[in-house]
């Protein structure tokens, strides 16, 4: 059986009937032809971010671990790189490699974890939530599966040139190989930027085989791929951590923000909530009151804009 009458197959599974051990089984016949590695270097840094739906004045958190991976697997549903009860660290890679402000990274990182919409939502009632987004320095490398393609690159900004340049190096070493690896690549690609439905979680089926497939039988550390919440504008890429990689990330600093939703996009307000850069003895936030804050009418004058 070749690649493509394996992807035909896959695009026929009745994910919600098909069994967990058969997709795995199924999306192992691929091979390693969709591998694509790359290293997220030491010295960058992933954002992650915990969404809270409060009404009035938020109580912040102030450890590390109410912020980091879930410890709560019991409740852990299907996700892009994680099946039932498996914890994964999901985070964002800014656009750049570099210690730049990462704007973008920030508002996706808040997009990706809101409590408050689904992918599908249209409504246009505003709904707003505070977002705790946590920026951890890389100690070491760390070694990633990336599902990556040239529409993930189309509009993106030019600070992703680190991820863009190593793809398309992987491309021009394939040699006759391209032209299956860029439909392998397109298909999986689009399954992790698909939009699933809240209480449709088994729809990650293919996505979470093909995750857990990198973590065990190819031995890498995380999974890079796109979002399926900024429709492809490049505001950042995906990355799931598994829990034993989290020894190379140290938490640096921890901002509180508001962001404002109407339907399934959002605006991140310019205002800091709270802001945390340092840490006592025992890990405990520090934290620094916001020097500026948005009104109502102030937060309604930029939504109209």
């Known amino acids: 059986m070749n690649s493509q ?17 058969e ?27 915990r969404s809270e ?27 892009r790189c994680n099946w039932y009860n498996q914890p994964i660290f999901y985070g964002v890679v800014p656009m750049s490699t570099h210690n730049d402000s990462g704007d973008s990274a920030q508002y996706l990182s808040l997009l990706e974890s809101t409590k408050i919409i689904s992918e599908t939502d249209k409504s246009t009632v505003v ?23 040239n529409t993930s690159f189309s509009r993106i900004n030019p600070g ?7 793809f398309e190096h992987y491309l021009s070493s394939h040699g006759n190989n391209i032209s299956l690896f860029r439909e392998i690549s397109d298909y999986l690609a689009l399954e992790f930027g698909k939009k699933v439905e809240v209480g ?36 950042g890429l995906n990355v799931a951590l598994k829990p ?10 921890v901002v509180m923000k508001r962001v404002y939703f109407r339907g399934s996009n959002g605006i991140v307000l310019p205002d800091i909530h709270l802001e945390c850069n ?18 109502r009418n102030q937060v309604e004058e930029i939504l109209r804009s």
């Open 200 to 235: 449709r979680e088994h729809k990650y089926g293919i996505t979470s085989a093909f995750s857990n497939i990198n973590f065990v039988g190819f031995g890498f550390e995380g999974m890079i791929y796109p979002s399926a919440r900024a429709e492809g504008q490049g505001q």
């Open 127 to 149: 709904k707003e939530e505070y977002g705790t987004i946590g920026k951890w320095r890389v100690i070491e490398d760390i070694k990633c599966s990336a599902i990556l393609t």
């Open 23 to 49: 997709i795995i089984s199924t999306v192992q016949k691929i091979g390693n032809v969709a591998i694509f590695q790359i290293t997220i270097p030491k010295g960058a840094y992933i954002l992650r971010n």
């Open 244 to 253: 034993q990689s989290l020894y190379k990330l140290k938490l640096e600093a």
């Open 53 to 79: 739906i409060i009404d009035l004045q938020p109580e912040p958190f102030y450890y590390e671990k109410e912020i980091s991976i879930r410890t709560d697997t019991e409740n852990i549903k299907p996700s």
């Open 160 to 166: 992703v040139n680190y991820y863009k340049e190593r």
């Open 5 to 21: 009458q394996v992807i035909e197959i896959l695009k026929n599974y009745d994910l919600e009937k098909t069994d967990y051990s």
């Open 278 to 295: 340092r840490f006592d003895a025992n890990g405990r936030f520090i934290w620094t009151p916001p020097t500026k804050q948005y009104s």
